[in-house]
């Protein structure tokens, strides 16, 4: 089975901080996502990389980077949080080979 | 503009009776379509998925139809037990994604099956 780990299953930060959301995938997965979830809008993409140090924006990436610098490994950085990225974090992973996405647990994130 | 729209934010059925969940898209150029169960405190968990050039796929209880001229999916439970309360979303892949395997999801249902 694959299996993605979210390093945080509970954050709390403070506005202006530095965030940083680890994921990490045992599936040699070239593909990985992080997508965050709101009520009413659903999953919406931020960012998503296709290989080591190869990385695509989605379609809410404002605000937020990433790096991936090992192939196992996608960080989702918040670069100087605000109220309005208090969400759920969910990361994915996916081979190149085909099937489903595949998720973590997620990271509730709250910035006071 | 939502590319994937689920238009019915919640639906409540009777144990043993079938769920609709419904999911209509805007892009002709989508080929394949997932859906996803997700449980509170819970990823998303792969449920069941459809290439655009069928119109039909089961697994056990768990049917997705798609019409394609309408650019509808919908997937069927049947017989709804009360473990199928939770979230249900659908995503859609375009045509050039089929490598990184980039969707877009719908903003999810949320099904509760009363005992």
């Known amino acids: 089975d694959v299996k993605v780990t979210q390093s945080s299953r509970y954050l709390v930060k403070r506005t202006g901080e530095k965030v940083f959301l680890e994921c990490v995938q045992d599936?040699?997965?070239?593909?990985m996502f992080w997508y965050r979830q709101d009520p009413g809008l659903g999953l919406r993409l931020i960012y998503f990389?296709?290989?080591?140090?190869?990385?695509e924006k989605g379609d809410i990436p404002e605000g937020y980077s990433v790096s991936r610098e090992k192939k196992e490994r996608f960080s989702l950085i918040l670069e100087s949080a605000s109220t309005n990225q208090t969400s759920m974090y969910l990361c994915?992973?996916?081979?190149?080979?085909?099937?489903?996405?595949?998720f973590g647990d997620g990271t509730r994130l709250s910035i006071l | 503009d939502q590319q994937v729209k689920q238009n019915s934010p919640s639906l409540s059925v009777q144990e043993g009776r079938i769920s609709i969940l419904n999911c209509d898209y805007t892009n002709s150029m989508f080929d394949y379509f997932l859906w996803y169960k997700k449980y509170p405190a819970e990823g998303p968990t792969f449920l069941i998925s459809?290439?655009?050039?069928?119109d039909k796929n089961e697994d056990g209880r768990f049917t997705v139809f798609l019409n394609k001229s309408a650019k509808h999916l919908s997937l069927h439970i049947v017989p709804s037990q009360p473990g199928d309360s939770a979230v249900y979303f659908c995503a859609a892949r375009g045509g050039g994604s089929s490598n990184t395997g980039k969707l877009i999801f719908g903003q999810g249902t949320t099904l509760q099956v009363k005992p």
């Open positions: 994915a992973s996916r081979g190149r080979q085909g099937g489903p996405q595949h």
């Open positions: 599936m040699d997965h070239e593909n």
């Open positions: 990389s296709y290989d080591v140090k190869m990385k």
């Open positions: 459809i290439s655009s050039i069928k």
